[in-house]
């Protein structure tokens, strides 16, 4: 599934008690529709991802970066402190492309596609 919206805070990675390291990072996607005789409607989706292939590709996404994201969606499901039972929309990443960059970022950045081919020493398996 192909994920196209901005980050909502700067990637993170993340080093697992076996030495390997996940880049950990949310996607806002922004839709907008209108109902056959009503108002426009506005919604957010959230996704939290995770990109296993290089730990690189965390210095590139601070927050408000357009990402599109290509991988595998689930829905993880749990019981939150009260009980009640919540969901959420997790996306294993397996290319990540960068569509525009925050206000903020110098405007010398180079584009970045973290969805190209890797050598098999980098892998995370």
């Known amino acids: 599934m192909n994920i196209i919206g901005r980050t ?21 996607v922004n839709d907008r529709y209108r109902p056959r005789g009503g108002e426009g409607v506005k919604t957010t989706t959230y996704y939290d991802c995770a990109y296993w292939l290089s730990e690189r590709l965390a210095e590139h996404l601070k927050k408000g970066t357009l990402v599109e994201v290509s991988g595998r969606v689930y829905v993880s499901a749990y019981l939150d402190k009260e009980g009640q039972p919540k969901a959420s929309l997790k996306c294993h990443a397996s290319s990540v492309r960068i569509h525009g960059w925050p206000k903020d970022a110098p405007a010398t950045t180079a ?13 995370p398996f």
Do not use: C, I, Q, W
């Not at 909502?8 to 806002?28: C, E, P």
């Not at 596609?113 to 892998?123: S, T």
């Open 8 to 28: 909502t805070k700067d990637a993170v990675v993340n080093t697992l008690s076996d030495g390997r390291k996940v880049v950990n990072f949310s996607v806002a």
């Open 111 to 123: 584009p970045v596609n973290a969805g190209a081919p890797v050598a098999d020493d980098d892998l």
